[in-house]
């Protein structure tokens, strides 16, 4: 039985950021490091948690089942093939989103944390009923963005949110970082998205295409291939979250040569 | 407001500047707005009000002034910018309207 289960949040207000992903890898990441964790699917409207690890057709059961006492947690629990350390909570039909209430998600996540080491919580986009249930039930959140105008305004907006909610503590990553854009000024710098948000860094995930493999695949990254830049920032963000001092990814590092020389002297800050 | 060499540049070549700035100016004044809760309607009639009230001690430059919400570390403030043309009370009016002369009021507002 675990006893100081870390219950976090992974939201970010706008859709299509990258919830679900980082949900899967960080289940994954933390898992391989012999922590048992539970990922639990809170997007009833649109689930896709169960896809993305390669669990969709293993499901027998629900939250949907346990909350209604037709089932015990343990039969719901999928377990991942590979990774034994980690299980699945799937979301129930979208229907419930018509009774469940935030005591409901209390009481799913309360039976989840005699069992676990870790409980992550796959948000939906959006600020409603969805987002407040699954804020009711965690403790500490994860913000993700991306380093655009849309995802960096409603990422605000939730961040006023948990704050007034008294969640904490909240982080940020920053994913889809795009190395040569920011070097060339054409997309918000890591800089401008801290300031402006006013939270700490857990990390940034580069713009990687294997992402779009691994979901194919329904594996997701961090499960296998190292090599990838994304999984590497995935295990990354996993270290620190169990406190190792990881530095940061210099994104402007990622890219070398004369090319990458010539964008970070212009960058220099002149005034 | 930090300018980069390559802002430099496209100045002096008069070429747009780079996006990342437009978007960060674009996102503080939205967020500003954002964290206030203000109205675009609710914050004119302020304004209004606001320069109706300074208007009663002093005459103000109407069309310098500006009245805007800027935030910064999630705390926004309400900041006013009126360029005073001559002072109203007592007798002592100031001979040369000084342009130069503002008056800002801030009053900080912390918004979670």
């Not at chain 1, 539970?38 to 939250?63: C, M």
């Not at chain 1, 995802?151 to 909610?165: E, F, M, P, Q, S």
């Not at chain 1, 830049?229 to 990622?254: S, V």
Request: proline share 4%; glycine share 4%.
């Amino acid at each position: 039985m675990a006893t100081d289960t870390r219950v976090i949040l992974i939201c970010s207000g706008k859709g299509g950021v990258g919830k679900t992903t980082l949900t899967a890898n960080l289940g994954i990441s933390l898992a391989r490091q012999g922590l048992t964790t539970a990922v639990l699917d809170a997007d009833f409207g649109l689930r896709n948690l169960d896809l993305l690890l390669g669990l969709e057709n293993r499901i027998v059961y629900t939250a949907q089942e346990v909350l209604e006492e037709e089932c015990r947690l343990d039969q719901a629990l999928v377990k991942h093939k590979q990774e034994s350390n980690l299980s699945l909570l799937p979301a129930g039909n979208p229907r419930m989103l018509d009774w469940l209430k935030p005591d409901d998600m209390k009481r799913i996540v309360d039976m989840l944390k005699e069992q676990f080491n870790y409980v992550l919580i796959d948000c939906p986009a959006g600020v409603e009923d969805g987002f407040k249930n699954a804020m009711a039930a965690s403790q500490e959140a994860i913000v993700v963005t991306n380093p655009e105008v849309s995802a960096v305004r409603d990422a605000d907006r939730v961040i006023g949110l948990l704050n007034t909610n008294s969640i904490k503590p909240v982080q940020l990553v920053l994913n889809r970082v795009r190395p040569k854009m920011m070097a060339n000024q054409e997309m918000l710098s890591i800089e401008d998205v801290t300031d402006i948000l006013a939270l700490p860094l857990l990390g940034l995930v580069l713009e990687d295409e294997q992402v779009i493999v691994s979901t194919n695949r329904g594996e997701p990254l961090t499960l296998n291939s190292v090599n990838s830049p994304a999984a590497k920032c995935y295990l990354n963000i996993a270290k620190r979250l169990q406190g190792e001092n990881i530095p940061l990814i210099d994104p402007l590092e990622e890219s070398s040569g004369f090319g990458a020389k010539f964008r970070r002297l212009m960058q220099t800050k002149i005034f | 407001m930090t300018m980069t060499l390559r802002d430099i540049i496209n100045k002096l070549l008069r070429r747009q500047p780079a996006s990342a700035s437009t978007a960060r100016e674009r996102l503080q004044l939205v967020l500003a707005h954002d964290r206030s809760d203000l109205s675009t309607e609710l914050l004119d009639q302020m304004r209004k009000e606001i320069l109706e009230v300074v208007a009663k001690y002093v005459e103000i430059d109407v069309d310098e002034g500006a009245v805007s919400l800027e935030t910064e570390d999630r705390m926004t403030a309400l900041v006013a910018n009126l360029p005073i043309k001559r002072t109203m009370t007592g007798q002592i009016q100031l001979k040369e309207p000084t342009n130069q002369s503002e008056e800002e009021t801030e009053s900080t507002d912390q918004k979670s």
